[in-house]
């Protein structure tokens, strides 16, 4: 089962530059902010796909939810 | 023919509808958080959407998310192009941005019954948060 540290690691590893703060109540539902320089430019569906791709697969079984909120830096 | 009919009806609902939200049960009876608070951002404008269940049957989400590269539901299209899910449409409704995505007029006219003397100051831009 993900922890929420290892999805911090993840993204943070995924995107360069990036600086995530992820929290969860059960290891099942996630909540993550997501600060990256290469979010720049990009629309927030763009984004927001750039955090999902990391968890392909994951999405809707092992992560059952992932919330998410992204920010330029 | 295409190969594909399901994918090919959700892209013509897609296309046919301006605006037009899948989403886990319906407007009046959701059946799920995520898609309750979007379809109620949706129905506090003044405008018209479709509404898609996914849940009846699970190869509509399957070719949805096939379809937009999107994993999660709901997912709300705006003139053809996804607009995003469920916390993108929470921080666009947050700002005010979700009324000039759906191309509706913000609230900002004082109605003509409003009675004289009312407060002529625009209503904010940042809309109170009801979905919380």
Same mark, same amino acid.
């Given at each position: 089962?993900?922890t929420a540290?290892?999805l911090k690691?993840?993204?943070e590893?995924?995107?360069?530059?990036?600086?995530?703060?992820?929290?969860?109540? @059960?290891?099942?539902?996630f909540?993550?902010?997501? $600060?990256?320089? /290469?979010f720049a430019? !990009?629309s927030? &569906?763009?984004q927001?796909?750039?955090?999902? @791709?990391i968890?392909t697969?994951e999405?809707?079984? $092992?992560?059952? /939810?992932?919330?998410l !909120?992204?920010? &330029?830096? | 023919?295409?190969?594909?009919?399901l994918?090919?009806a959700i892209?013509?609902?897609i296309?046919e509808?301006?605006v037009?939200?899948?989403?886990?049960?319906?407007?009046e009876?959701?059946?799920c958080?995520?898609?309750?608070?979007?379809?109620?951002?949706?129905?506090?404008?003044d405008?018209?959407?479709?509404?898609?269940?996914i849940l009846p049957d699970?190869?509509?989400r399957q070719?949805?998310?096939a379809l937009?590269?999107?994993p999660t539901i709901p997912?709300l299209?705006v003139?053809?192009?996804l607009?995003?899910?469920?916390?993108?449409v929470a921080e666009?409704?947050?700002?005010?941005?979700?009324?000039?995505?759906?191309?509706?007029?913000a609230?900002e006219?004082?109605?003509?019954?409003a009675?004289?003397?009312?407060?002529?100051?625009p209503a904010?831009?940042?809309?109170e948060?009801?979905?919380?």
């Amino acid at each position: 089962m993900p922890t929420a540290d290892e999805l911090k690691q993840r993204i943070e590893t995924a995107i360069p530059g990036a600086t995530a703060s992820v929290e969860s109540p @059960d290891d099942v539902h996630f909540s993550a902010r997501v $600060a990256a320089p /290469a979010f720049a430019g !990009k629309s927030l &569906v763009q984004q927001h796909r750039m955090v999902y @791709d990391i968890f392909t697969g994951e999405l809707g079984s $092992a992560i059952h /939810a992932l919330s998410l !909120k992204t920010e &330029v830096t | 023919m295409s190969e594909n009919p399901l994918r090919d009806a959700i892209k013509q609902a897609i296309d046919e509808n301006e605006v037009i939200l899948f989403m886990k049960g319906t407007p009046e009876q959701p059946m799920c958080g995520f898609s309750a608070r979007t379809s109620a951002a949706l129905q506090s404008y003044d405008t018209q959407f479709a509404a898609v269940d996914i849940l009846p049957d699970p190869r509509i989400r399957q070719e949805l998310s096939a379809l937009s590269n999107w994993p999660t539901i709901p997912q709300l299209f705006v003139k053809g192009e996804l607009v995003g899910g469920a916390d993108i449409v929470a921080e666009l409704y947050a700002s005010g941005e979700l009324a000039e995505v759906l191309g509706v007029q913000a609230p900002e006219r004082v109605p003509a019954e409003a009675p004289a003397g009312a407060d002529p100051a625009p209503a904010p831009l940042g809309i109170e948060n009801r979905l919380s």
